[in-house]
């Protein structure tokens, strides 16, 4: 049975910095791309960034690219997100995601 728990979300003043896990467990995790995405209160689900299996090649959407960094670590079977220069309009719930199957996720709140 797969299984994805985020954890790491927090209350952050703009221009902040947080770093989030997702442990997984149930598969293979080293052979398998995994991605991060988000969903703001009222809005649809957003794609962030993927990560090929071996941490090699890593994607990013424009609105994260160079603020956020993908990463993973295949023998904890964890993937990560640094998130730096964080804006309000970072404000939502984070999941990472396998195919498509996500955790519980961890939220995000970026506010003075």
């Known amino acids: 049975q797969v299984q994805l728990v985020e954890s790491g979300g927090d209350l952050v003043q703009p221009g902040g910095s947080l770093n989030l896990s997702c442990v997984a467990s149930?598969?293979?995790?080293?052979?398998?791309?995994m991605s991060w995405v988000r969903q703001a209160p009222g809005k649809g689900i957003e794609w962030l960034a993927r990560?090929?299996?071996?941490?090699?090649?890593?994607d990013y959407a424009d609105s994260v690219k160079g603020r956020f960094t993908i990463s993973r670590d295949n023998a904890k079977n964890t993937l990560y997100l640094h998130m730096t220069s964080l804006k309000p309009e970072d404000t939502a719930m984070y999941y990472c995601?396998?195919?498509?199957?996500r955790g519980q996720g961890t939220q995000v709140t970026v506010s003075s």
């Open positions: 995601l396998k195919d498509n199957t």
């Open positions: 990560i090929s299996s071996g941490g090699i090649t890593t």
């Open positions: 149930g598969f293979a995790f080293r052979f398998k791309s």
